[in-house]
C-alpha cells in the first residue's frame, strides 16, 4: 500500500434504509439519508477494501457539506496520502459525493493497518 492507492464503492440509501437506522438508533429521519450512513459508506471501504480487513479506525474528521435526498447515488472514496509502516498507520482522505459530483462529505482518516 502507498499514498495515490484509492477504492470507492456506491451506494443509494432508500427509506426503508433509513427506517432501520431509526429503529436502532432512535434517530429521526425524514426525506435526507442520515449522516452515520453517508459516514458508515467511509467505514465499509476502509474495513472491507483500503485497507481492507482487520484494520483499525483510530480517529477520523468528516465534515457533512450537503443534505442528500433519499434515493440519490452516493460514491464514496478514500485514497491513502501517507503510509508509516513503522507503526502500522495509515493516512486516508474520504470523499462522498453525489451521482451530478456534487461532494456532499470529505475528511481525514487515520487507521491502523498490521501487515499491510
Known amino acids: 500500500m502507498e499514498p495515490g492507492a484509492s477504492a470507492q464503492l456506491t451506494r443509494t440509501f432508500t427509506r426503508d434504509d433509513a427506517a432501520d437506522l431509526a429503529r436502532l438508533t432512535g434517530i429521526v429521519v425524514r ?6 450512513l453517508i459516514g458508515g459508506l467511509i467505514a465499509c471501504l ?4 483500503l485497507p481492507g480487513h482487520g484494520t483499525n479506525w483510530l480517529k477520523q ?3 457533512f457539506l450537503e443534505p442528500v435526498p433519499l434515493g440519490t447515488d452516493l460514491t464514496a472514496r478514500v485514497e491513502v496520502t501517507r503510509v508509516r509502516p513503522e507503526k502500522d498507520l495509515v493516512d486516508l482522505w474520504a470523499s462522498v459525493r453525489m ?3 456534487t461532494l456532499v462529505c470529505e475528511g481525514r482518516a487515520l487507521v491502523r493497518a498490521r501487515g499491510r
Open 31 to 36: 426525506e435526507n439519508v442520515p449522516e452515520p
Open 46 to 49: 476502509l474495513g472491507t477494501r
Open 61 to 63: 474528521d468528516l465534515q
Open 99 to 101: 451521482a451530478d459530483g
